[in-house]
């Protein structure tokens, strides 16, 4: 079972004028493994994660107005990885990380 949460962006625009830079970002985290360009999907995996059926830990998922971040596992890498992204879109414009409740998570 995966975790779900939702990155929301105070200025939903910035997120459509600056989806190729968060890209670009994500390509060069350590985890990175597949760019999917046309469903808009990347995916990271940690190094050492076990066999599983998934070809992925995490999917980012890019929708008009925010981003999807689908989470199946997350050891250290995986974690290590989100704090560094979440933190660089945190240092360029104000968003907040949801659960499909409502419930502002910590990430």
Do not use: C
């Not at 989806?19 to 999907?41: A, G, S, W, Y």
């Not at 995986?78 to 879109?89: A, G, H, S, V």
């Not at 104000?94 to 659960?99: G, L, P, S, T, W």
């Amino acid at each position: 079972m995966s975790a779900e949460r939702y990155i929301l962006f105070k200025d939903p625009k910035w997120l459509h004028e600056n989806e190729e830079l968060i890209t670009e970002n994500l390509e060069k985290l350590r985890t990175f493994v597949k760019n999917d360009k046309v469903e808009k999907v990347i995916a990271l995996k940690e190094s050492k994660s076990k066999e599983s059926d998934w070809d992925y830990d995490v999917r980012f998922i890019f929708r008009p107005e925010y981003i999807f971040l689908e989470i199946s596992a997350h050891g250290p890498e995986i974690t290590n990885d989100l704090k560094k992204i979440l933190n660089w879109i945190r240092s360029k414009t104000e968003i907040k990380v949801q659960d499909e409740d409502g419930v502002v998570s910590d990430w």
